[in-house]
């Protein structure tokens, strides 16, 4: 089911790029568009590895300073059927983890100190589980996809804006934009919003699927509905030091939103994964 809603909110991304691209930018400045976006997100996907690890301060720990550790990595990716990622620690307190890399063959996990400290193993295996299911998953070719269509949009809406500056929009083949002015300014404020939030759907939809991927991995959806518990309340003790475009890789969202901002939260609510992990749980006769 996530992998339907996925797919569906990329066609989504991808019909709002088509009609933005022909309302404001015509066929020619929406190629434009694209090409520039694909450009910069390729270069984040194929160095994401580099990129997310050096932005969060991630050092290599190896399996002489943590054989355990080193040993549940290898255990959880044998069993998800991917190579054995490499293993980084985080020197934060707050308790979290994220994994990156641009494919399992270039894949990285890393755990915060803090969460080495609060976790039970199984619960810290279900959160590697996670992680992995990512990796698995190819979650980061798929972010690079949609950020690649909301970049492109996000460029044509300022291709617009300067396109009306300097004297009115023209489409490839007519004198004057079919949308007229006003349909025009409309897209320029509207189309970035809502491609920004598919996006954002995009994101909690691979949390979902990253949930439900790694409880099969690690057999127990209980270990990971117990370290979600535990790490939800424990970054609202610690506030974890992170830049925000690093939110949406981490297990548990480090940025809070509630209300009307929890559309733009990269995660779903804590409680609703909980509750997926445990109906889970109840079918595999666990509770």
């Known amino acids: 089911m996530n992998t339907l809603k996925t797919f569906l909110l990329l066609a989504a991304l991808t019909a709002l790029f088509m009609i933005v691209g022909e309302a404001i930018g015509g066929r020619g400045g929406a190629m434009i568009a694209l090409v520039l976006a694909g450009v910069m997100n390729f ?3 194929w160095y994401s590895d580099k990129i997310a690890l050096s932005m969060a301060g991630a050092q290599p720990i190896s399996e002489h300073e943590a054989p355990r550790l ?10 998800a059927g991917i190579p054995k990622p490499r293993v980084y620690i985080i020197p ?12 399992p063959e270039h894949a990285a996990v890393a755990v915060t100190r803090g969460i080495l400290d609060i976790l039970t193993w199984d619960e810290l295996e279900g959160v590697l ?14 972010s690079t996809v949609a950020a690649v269509l909301a970049g492109a949009i996000a460029y044509l809406a300022n291709m617009a804006q300067w396109a009306l500056f300097f004297g009115g929009l023209r489409g490839d083949d007519d ?15 509207v189309a970035p919003l809502a491609a920004t ?6 994101s909690r939809s691979r949390e979902f699927l990253a949930d439900a991927t790694g409880a099969k991995i690690c057999r127990c959806p209980l270990s990971l509905a117990r370290a979600l518990e535990k790490l939800e309340a424990w970054n609202r003790k610690i506030p974890m030091q992170v830049n925000p475009a ?42």
């Open 246 to 287: 690093q939110a949406q890789m981490f297990i548990v969202n480090p940025l809070k939103g509630e209300g009307l901002m929890a559309l733009f939260s990269t995660h779903p609510p804590i409680k609703e994964r909980i509750a997926r992990l445990l109906e889970m749980a109840r079918r595999e006769g666990m509770l």
């Open 92 to 103: 934060q307190p707050t308790p979290n983890a994220f994994a990156t890399g641009r494919n």
């Open 197 to 202: 939030l598919i996006q954002l759907a995009v």
């Open 70 to 79: 080193h040993q549940l990595v290898a255990k959880l990716a044998a069993q």
């Open 129 to 142: 589980a996670h992680e992995i299911a990512h990796i698995k998953n190819r979650d980061i070719l798929v």
């Open 43 to 45: 270069f984040a996907y």
């Open 175 to 189: 004198d004057d934009n079919p949308f007229g002015l006003i349909g025009v300014l409309v897209m320029i404020i």
